[in-house]
């Protein structure tokens, strides 16, 4: 049989970087345990990788972009996005409404760090029961 050139797969991978760049990943892929798409017949792993480009039993489009995937070091996450928050009413709005909260009325504790410290050390753990 003979040997893949890289003529063979330039109308596949038009771009000659991109080929030995795309041809070098599928050779890692294949020697880290992922199935060939084509018979060994005795060839190492780049010739196989230019065999599967050749003969288009994997995808350059597919194979590009798990390249790019495994060369990226932080992926985003598509997350959906947050709801819409209502909008705080102003000042003239907030005084016309009929049950608008008085936030000047609520106090707040203070503790100092000792205060708090002190009250930490005073409590004793809850007994364990052998029922749980």
Same mark, same amino acid.
């Given at each position: 049989m003979a040997r893949v050139t890289v003529e063979d797969c330039i109308d596949k991978v038009e771009?000659?970087?991109?080929?030995?760049?795309?041809?070098?990943?599928?050779?890692?892929?294949? !020697?880290?345990?992922?199935?060939? $798409?084509?018979?060994?017949?005795? +060839?190492?792993?780049p010739v196989v990788a230019l065999r599967e480009i050749a003969e288009q039993t994997v995808s350059p489009e597919d194979m590009k972009e798990d390249l790019i995937h495994s060369l990226q070091k932080y992926v985003e996450v598509d997350e959906p996005e947050a709801e819409a928050v209502p909008?705080?009413? !102003?000042?003239?709005?907030?005084? $016309?409404?009929?049950?608008?909260? +008085?936030?000047?009325?609520?106090?707040?504790?203070?503790?100092?760090?000792?205060?708090?410290l002190r009250g930490l050390e005073g409590l004793v753990p809850p007994e364990r029961s052998d029922d749980v």
């Open positions: 771009n000659r970087f991109e080929l030995v760049l795309l041809a070098a990943h599928r050779a890692r892929m294949i !020697s880290s345990g992922s199935p060939l $798409t084509v018979e060994r017949d005795n +060839d190492k792993n909008m705080v009413p !102003s000042g003239q709005q907030a005084a $016309t409404q009929v049950n608008a909260v +008085d936030d000047s009325a609520v106090e707040f504790d203070r503790m100092s760090e000792e205060d708090l």
